[in-house]
Antibody
Framework: QVQLQESGPGLVKPSETLSLTCTVSGGSISSYYWSWIRQPPGKGLEWIGYIYYSGSTNYNPSLKSRVTISVDTSKNQFSLKLSSVTAADTAVYYC?????????????????WGQGTLVTVSS | QSVLTQPPSVSAAPGQKVTISCSGSSSNIGNNYVSWYQQLPGTAPKLLIYDNNKRPSGIPDRFSGSKSGTSATLGITGLQTGDEADYYCGTWDSSLSAGYVVFGGGTKLTVL
């Protein structure tokens, strides 16, 4: 059974960079897409982006200028960096495995999720 | 202001059936598969439906999905109090060259 666990600081100062890591256990990070999704308190889900195990990425256009997702296959981990954060970036951040219908369709659904980690942006 | 539109809330009595709608456009639902998620209070979302109407292993057949044109629907029969949760639809949006994942704003289900 694949399990994902987010880790990183729970408090980040405005204008600084938010950094989180997701550790995948129970399966290899290879041959799949891996995503970050966030949920502001009391609000809905927002897709941040994904990375393929080979390193190719795709980001939400609304966050693209501030987001970097990277992967470390040797550690079975992938990471999120979000720069120049403001209070609007306060949210529960989830890592998830993204899957697709066929090799020619995009990875649009998420079958395994981490428990989520709350990141608060405040001075 | 989510790309996909869901009703904020729905309610029904135990044992009854409820449907939750998800409306989009030709750049998303109209030309891509739809997924549905259940989020119980204080927990991570859980995949209920993918590819419009397929259920992952372990999801009971009380949950069903359908799609017509630019809208999708999640159906839940034999409602139980444990079904009280927020439900989200999701899909791919092809309006930009790279495409991206979009979600609905979520629907809170109350089992009266």
């Amino acid at each position: 059974q694949v399990q994902l666990q987010e880790s990183g600081p729970g408090l980040v100062k405005p204008s600084e960079t938010l950094s989180l890591t997701c550790t995948v256990s129970g399966g290899s990070i290879s041959s799949y897409y891996w995503s970050w999704i966030r949920q502001p308190p009391g609000k809905g889900l927002e897709w941040i982006g994904y990375i393929y195990y080979s390193g190719s990425t795709n980001y939400n256009p609304s966050l693209k200028s501030r987001v970097t997702i990277s992967v470390d296959t040797s550690k079975n981990q992938f990471s999120l960096k979000l720069s120049s954060v403001t209070a609007a970036d306060t949210a529960v951040y989830y890592c998830a495995r993204a899957d697709m219908t066929t090799v020619t369709t995009p990875p649009y659904y998420f079958d395994y999720w981490g428990q989520g980690t709350l990141v608060t942006v405040s001075s | 202001q989510s790309v996909l539109t869901q009703p904020p809330s729905v309610s029904a009595a135990p044992g009854q059936k409820v449907t939750i709608s998800c409306s989009g456009s030709s750049s998303n639902i109209g030309n891509n598969y739809v997924s549905w998620y259940q989020q119980l209070p204080g927990t991570a979302p859980k995949l209920l439906i993918y590819d419009n109407n397929k259920r992952p292993s372990g999801i009971p057949d009380r949950f069903s999905g359908s799609k017509s044109g630019t809208s999708a629907t999640l159906g839940i029969t034999g409602l139980q109090t444990g079904d009280e949760a927020d439900y989200y639809c999701g899909t791919w949006d092809s309006s930009l060259s790279a495409g991206y994942v979009v979600f609905g704003g979520g629907t809170k289900l109350t089992v009266l």
